[in-house]
């Protein structure tokens, strides 16, 4: 089970952490992707980290003010969120699949969160 937090309401130029954590599995061996969906809008992968967190993806939209990370030992996989746009209120899910090379996963994720909404305002 994925779990995500730290979503919230914040002004335009701000930050959020944004967490992802696994319960009942390790994520050591998934790759992970922060998924982000706007009302009408199709879901679109903002990052995504391989299991070691050496490999990273950025959407150009968000390269150079997001930063996923990960730490195996707590389970858990972070995306921090600066210079936010105004948007939403969108979604943000985590998503995860088992991956047996270090590898970035772009799609067909085999695990979803519930997703936490993110609204910045302007």
């Known amino acids: 089970q994925l779990v995500e937090s730290g979503g919230g309401v914040v002004q335009a130029g701000g930050s959020l952490r944004l967490s992802c954590a696994a319960s009942?599995?390790?994520?050591?061996?998934?790759?992970v992707g922060w998924v982000r969906q706007n009302p009408g809008k199709e879901r679109e992968l903002v990052a995504a980290?391989?299991?070691?967190?050496?490999?990273?993806y950025y959407a150009e939209s968000v390269k150079g003010r997001f930063t996923i990370s990960r730490d195996n030992a707590k389970n858990t996989v972070y995306l921090d969120m600066n210079s936010l746009k105004p948007e939403g209120p969108a979604v943000y899910y985590c998503?995860?699949?088992?991956?047996?090379?270090?590898?970035?996963?772009?799609?067909?994720?085999?695990?979803w969160g519930q997703g936490t909404q993110v609204t910045v305002s302007s």
């Open positions: 998503a995860a699949r088992r991956v047996f090379t270090d590898v970035v996963v772009r799609n067909d994720y085999d695990s």
């Open positions: 009942g599995r390790t994520f050591s061996n998934h790759a």
């Open positions: 980290i391989s299991w070691s967190g050496v490999n990273t």
